[in-house]
């Protein structure tokens, strides 16, 4: 098993910047591929990025290229997803999530991922 626990999320202008966490215990974390999703109201959950159990590789959705960056803590068991250039439809509950099998033809899917976190607000003004 592996708990994920989000935080960091917030009310914030456009324009802004935030950076989400998620710090996970339970089963090794070094051993577990991560992903960030986003879900909007009425909207189905869409993928956000994701990184390798080593961290040296990420995926980004379109939409997160060139404004997000995600990184990996594993001495911390921590993964981070710093969030820039904020705009009105990043608005989104976000989910941190964890395959523990990992690969680059899974990390979009969320069916790939056993765990999920409970979820953190981003909510950003226009």
């Known amino acids: 098993q592996v708990q994920l626990v989000e935080s960091g999320g917030e009310f914030v202008q456009a324009g802004g910047s935030l950076r989400l966490s998620c710090a996970a215990s339970g089963r090794t974390f070094s051993n577990c591929a991560m992903g960030w999703f986003r879900q909007a109201t009425e909207k189905e959950r869409e993928f956000v990025a994701a990184i390798s159990r080593s961290g040296i590789s990420t995926y980004y959705a379109d939409f997160a290229k060139g404004r997000f960056t995600l990184s990996r803590d594993n001495a911390k068991n921590t993964v981070y997803l710093q969030m820039n250039s904020l705009k009105p439809e990043d608005t989104a509950v976000y989910y941190c999530?964890?395959?523990?099998?990992?690969?680059?033809?899974?990390?979009?899917?969320?069916?790939?991922?056993?765990?999920w976190g409970q979820g953190t607000q981003v909510t950003v003004s226009s």
């Open positions: 999530a964890a395959d523990p099998i990992g690969g680059s033809y899974r990390y979009r899917y969320t069916r790939y991922y056993d765990y």
